[in-house]
């Protein structure tokens, strides 16, 4: 075991929370975040248990950007 124990949680459009894994060590609670992040974009976030605290932080929606379509032939 490597460190103190964090919870990698998904941060709810609705206001809530969900738990989505323990991990020991901050490195692989933040890596393990973003493996999250990357394969199911939304808002998360790492709890330390210690320091009963948000320590790290993503949100992957907010970084996606939207791009115009291009307008469609025969368009009105």
């Known amino acids: 075991m490597e460190g103190s124990l964090f ?3 998904s941060d709810l459009a609705e206001g809530g929370v969900k738990w989505l894994q323990s991990v020991y060590g ?3 609670a933040q890596r393990r975040m ?3 992040a990357a394969e199911n974009p939304g808002s998360y ?3 330390d248990l ?3 605290s948000i320590v790290a932080k ?3 929606v907010k970084q996606l950007k939207l791009v115009p379509l ?3 032939a025969g368009a009105a």
Request: aromatic fraction near 14%; hydrophobic fraction near 50%.
């Open 58 to 60: 993503t949100d992957t």
């Open 7 to 9: 919870v990698v949680f």
């Open 26 to 28: 901050l490195a692989n």
């Open 70 to 72: 291009p307008p469609q």
């Open 50 to 52: 210690q320091t009963v």
């Open 45 to 47: 976030f790492v709890f």
């Open 34 to 36: 973003n493996q999250i």
